[in-house]
């Protein structure tokens, strides 16, 4: 656990990356929600806000007073514990409280904390707290962009976002299977870093023998399954999966376009040709499953891939596993609200395992749990096989 001088230091670093990802929005880009998946900028750094107010200077900051009442109602996400809020796909009607309001409430709230850290000696679970707040705006940090990605690619003119952000890192190395032999194994987390409560409990499990791809797919791959009909091939999907596929006319990654016969891509840069070499991304598990089956291979359980991964380079793609998101053996939840941060999502998702081009410094580490439904592919979402 970090020390209140070293939260102190991660607080400030946080709370400065969050407005540094939206400095390069028009004020008119805070306010669209696209989809119910996609929440409209201001709303994140509202909500991100609203978490230290109400789990950090509420309980722990003598004679704090609110910003304002509603911040509650307007960004409470899911915890049903905390009160009533305003109903997920509602977010993009709020015109009011306007953009400079919240970055006046952030100010706020932001000097509220560093003199709380300044100026107090607190508990344990208060730093805890603090701690969780800020792997939490983290988290957000990593939705800002896939967000303000799908608002900016589903806008007709598809305008960039920020010239300098690379988002397809090109795994420069010749493909390899790697060979895991069967055994016992122990995954989970057990330094004394930062995790969340579903990645506790360090178990052992067994495994049988595989090998791992030590790349990741490319889009030059997965256009040949593209180009060969592996979305008209109904033998490769599931049954689901092949409903999702036909009721909404799938037939390429997200954000691929053909235009006069030749595959571009819109990123974060703005359209551009599609690079044959980077890694397939916006992929969702049912397509990477798909994929999978075309191949004649399969997808690495989370299991399989917590221990290969030593072996190979990740972090470019959140990658899809066969894992449903189910409790670790002795799997605690924690008491209160924040209980309802992981493990009430226990049901009808996947797990994916790494980090992506968009997730914030100091926040990966190979034992992170993420988790999605298995249509969604709004995150820079890939995978890798195992044979």
Known sequence: MLSQSQLLQLFKETRKDSESICSYLETEDYVVQPIVDVSPPKWHLGHTTWFFEEFVLKKFAKNHKLFDENTAFVFNSYYESVGEKVVRTDRGNLSRPTVAWIYKFRDYVTKAIIELLENETLSTEALEVLEIGCHHEKQHQELLYTDIKYILGNNPLMPGYNQQFEENPIQNFEREWINISEGVYEIGHTSDDFSYDNEL???????????????????????????????????????????????????????????????????????????PDAPVTHISYYEAFAYAQWKGMRLPTEQEWEIAQKDFEWGSRWEWTESSYAPYPDYQKADGALGEYNGKFMVNQKVLRGASVATSSKHSRYTYRNFFHPQLRWQFTGFRLVK
Do not use: R
Request: glycine share 6%; hydrophobic share 40%; charged share 15%.
């Open 201 to 275: 409990g360090a178990h052992k499990t067994y495994l049988q023998e595989y090998t791992i791809s030590n790349k990741l797919v490319t889009n030059a791959e997965y256009l040949e399954f593209v180009q060969a009909g592996g979305y008209q091939d109904v033998l490769l999907w599931h049954a689901e999966a092949w409903d999702w596929v036909n009721t909404n006319n799938i037939s390429t990654p997200f954000y691929w376009h053909k235009i006069d016969n030749v595959w571009h891509q819109y990123t974060l840069k703005g359209l551009v040709k599609l690079d």
